[in-house]
Each structure stands twice: as C-alpha cells, then as structure tokens.
C-alpha cells in the first residue's frame, strides 16, 4: 500500500503538474492550462493556487484520506399489483345511432 498517495500535494508537486500539463488542453472545469501555468510564474499566485488545491484535497478526502466509498442505497421494492377496473358500461344503440 502507497501510504504517500494520502499526503497532502506539495507545492512542488502542483509545480511539476503545471509544467507537465500540455498546451491547448483543459482542466475538467474548463480551464485552459495555459492560464494555470501562467499562475505558477508568480510565487503569490503559485500560493494561492496551492492552498486551493489543498482546500478541495481536503474536502474531497476528509481528514486528507481517502474514505471509504459510501455504502449503496437500497433499491426501491417494485410497485404492487395494478388495481382492477370495472367494466365499462355497455354503450346504448341511441348514442351510437
């Protein structure tokens, strides 16, 4: 088991992703790479993107570790039995005619 896997993300990692992330492509929130790696050419910016990254970590993986998945949801019980119509009544010649 790769208990470094639970670590919080160093600064130098997010560093190294920035520089390893390729141009023209985006990030599942749709934002363009190119705008990340702009940020880490500031050291402030690098901090505050970092400290976010930290954020989401942290809410994503409580207490920085991955939690169990949650348990599944019971499937609903199938619906009863349809209930029984009366017959129509018979329709009269007069309505029909």
Known sequence: MRFELDDP???AELKAALEDAKPGKATSNHMPVELLEALSENMELLGLLHRLVSDVFKAVFEDG?????????????????????????????????
Request: glycine share 2%.
């Open 9 to 11: 993300i160093s600064l």
């Open 65 to 97: 570790r991955a939690s169990p998945p949650p348990s599944p949801q019971p499937k609903p019980s199938p619906p009863g039995p349809l209930p029984v119509l009366p017959e129509p009544a018979p329709c009269s010649q007069e309505l029909i005619a």
